[in-house]
């Protein structure tokens, strides 16, 4: 299990971007598994209903994207060598609601490395049922 501070040095996100709050496992190049700790002083819930916070699918989403990140970044030989960016999503579903004090788990598996592309399943859960899953693709970029 790692901290903040090593998120911080692979994802190149910051607040209110960054979400990943720590890092609860890594193979490298083969899978991450992060921690997202859902708090009522997100400011997308402020507006994401007052009255019923929830947190957006597409925030979800991009949750998903940094595990992913994190599970591809591993694979590269030097820390410098570049960033990952979705470059697109398939299969992707919401299967449940994500609310303020809940611990979001995100999983990233690698199903396939090609050079500067990754294929990653991606699934989050709260508790033990599974919020969101789906397949993206990410890129690597320069840092």
Do not use: C
Request: charged share 30%; no cysteine.
């Amino acid at each position: 299990m790692t901290d903040l501070k090593d998120v911080l040095k692979t994802l190149p996100h910051s607040f209110p971007f960054r979400m990943i709050d720590r890092i609860l496992e890594i193979e490298p190049g083969k899978r991450a598994v992060a921690l997202k700790q859902v708090s009522m002083d997100e400011p997308y819930l402020q507006g994401h209903f007052p009255k019923e916070p929830v947190m957006p699918s597409l925030l979800i989403l991009e949750a998903l994207a940094q595990a992913g990140g994190l599970a591809f970044h591993s694979s590269f030989e030097k820390e410098e060598e570049g960033v990952s960016f979705l470059a697109r999503v398939d299969e992707f579903q919401i299967k449940g609601k994500v609310v303020p004090g809940d611990s979001l788990i995100l999983e990233a598996e690698i199903e396939y490395l090609f050079s500067n592309l990754a294929k990653v399943r991606v699934r989050a859960k709260v508790e033990k049922q599974f919020v969101a899953e789906g397949v993206i693709l990410l890129a690597k970029g320069p840092r």
